[in-house]
Structures are given as structure tokens and as C-alpha cells.
């Protein structure tokens, strides 16, 4: 079945440094990918997304990777700051699954980053 | 803009035990969903509903589980009777109507823990 899954589940880096986070996907129909940050306590945040014709996209400060001949997906976070600290997860989007053109989500595993001062 | 709104926050039951969940997603939001993420696992969709109507319940334990969003807005999910295994954050997001991708705002989530 589909699945979506992370390579480390924990990440430390030092205050600054430049942080990587990856994610393997299975679903070679998936057509849309994103990634969430969860903080404690809190539901997933939107941090930025990615569709199936691109291989780069940036955001503020972030930046993702999708390398669709491996099936693979990276969350670059440049100069980590302590308020990065949370877990994050992939997600891929099948267009063709669920109910509606939305398609359907399927979240990975998830990384705690945890970053210090 | 508000956000979506979820309670109780925190919830503890024994198992046999019924509960619900409510959930008040984004003013004018037409998709709403639940999801369940038990610790250290990414959130896994129960049940899409578009306005009033279910699209989605494939993961719903349907013995167990059920939702409904009568009037196309607040939605309410419920366990009964609750198992050891339904112990978890239960999530609650919402999507705009129209558009082409699904960008879906999360709420704070319900944490449920069965004793």
C-alpha cells in the first residue's frame, strides 16, 4: 500500500547550522507534497509544498527538495533557530484517492528536530 | 482569521467508556476532516466530509467510530466503547472551498487517553 516514511527520526543540530530533513515516499502517483511542522501541544502548521513537475522549490528560510527517480523529498532549514524545535512530517497528496479533487493525504512517520543554542 | 477550534483539549476515560470529540472548523471552510495520530506517528485521516456529506471514511472504525457534521459546519466525532488502542491526539482540519490543492488548516487536537 502506500506509505510514506522518514530515513532519521531524530535530528540535533547547534543554533545556526543549516538542518536537512528527508522523507521516502512509495506512491509513484502522488502528485503533490508538503511539509508540516508539529510543535507540542499543537496540530501540523504548513510549512511549504512542492508538486510532482518541480524538483526545487523555496520558501523563507526553507527550502524542498523532490527527487522523483528515488522517490524522495527534503526539507532544508537554513541558520536553525531554537524556535525550529518541533517534529515535522511529509506528506504526499494521491489525486486519485479519496472522495473528492482534493485526492487524499497520507503523512509519514515524522523527525523531532531539536536544535540548540 | 479565527482557527479551527477543538474540544475538550484533554480527555481521560476508562475503556467500555464512550466519548466525543467537537470540532468548529474556518468560517466558510467546506472540507472537514479528523484525523488520528497516536504518539510518534504521523497523523492517519478517519473522515473527510465535503459540506455535510462523507467523501472519505475508508479508515473509520465504523464499529466503534462515528462523526457527522449536520448542517455542513461544527462536527462531532465519537468513540463507543473506547479501547486501549484509541488513545491518541485526534486532529481536526478544514480546507477552503475551490482550488486545486488541498491546504488544510489544522486545530489544536483533542489528546485522549484510554485507561
Known amino acids: 500500500g502506500e506509505s510514506v516514511g522518514l530515513h532519521l527520526p531524530t535530528l540535533s543540530v547547534q543554533e545556526g547550522d543549516n538542518s536537512i530533513i528527508n522523507c521516502a515516499y512509495s506512491n509513484s502517483a502522488s502528485d503533490y507534497f508538503i511539509w508540516y511542522k508539529q510543535e507540542s501541544g499543537k496540530g501540523p502548521q504548513f510549512i511549504i509544498d512542492i508538486r510532482s513537475n518541480m524538483d526545487k522549490r523555496q520558501g523563507q528560510r526553507v527550502t524542498v527538495l523532490l527527487n522523483k527517480t528515488v522517490k524522495h523529498l527534503s526539507l532544508q532549514i537554513a541558520a536553525t533557530q531554537p524556535g525550529d524545535s518541533a517534529v515535522y512530517f511529509c506528506?504526499?497528496?494521491?489525486?486519485?484517492?479519496?472522495?473528492?479533487?482534493?485526492?487524499?493525504?497520507?503523512f509519514g512517520q515524522g523527525t523531532i528536530l531539536t536544535v540548540h543554542p | 482569521e479565527a482557527g479551527v477550534a477543538q474540544s475538550p483539549r484533554y480527555k481521560i476515560i476508562e475503556k467500555r467508556q464512550s466519548v466525543a470529540f467537537w470540532c468548529n472548523p474556518i468560517s466558510g471552510h467546506a472540507t472537514l476532516y479528523w484525523y488520528q495520530q497516536i504518539l510518534g506517528q504521523g497523523p492517519k485521516l478517519l473522515i473527510q466530509?465535503?459540506?455535510?456529506?462523507?467523501?472519505?471514511d475508508s479508515q473509520l472504525p465504523k464499529d466503534r467510530f462515528s462523526a457527522e457534521r449536520l448542517k455542513g459546519v461544527d462536527s462531532t466525532l465519537k468513540i463507543q466503547p473506547a479501547k486501549l488502542e484509541d488513545s491518541a491526539v485526534y486532529l481536526c482540519a478544514s480546507s477552503p472551498p475551490g482550488g486545486v490543492v488541498d491546504t488544510q488548516y489544522f486545530g489544536p487536537g483533542t489528546r485522549l487517553t484510554v485507561l
Open positions: 466530509f465535503q459540506n455535510n456529506g462523507v467523501v472519505d
Open positions: 506528506a504526499e497528496r494521491d489525486i486519485n484517492a479519496g472522495g473528492t479533487s482534493y485526492g487524499k493525504l497520507t
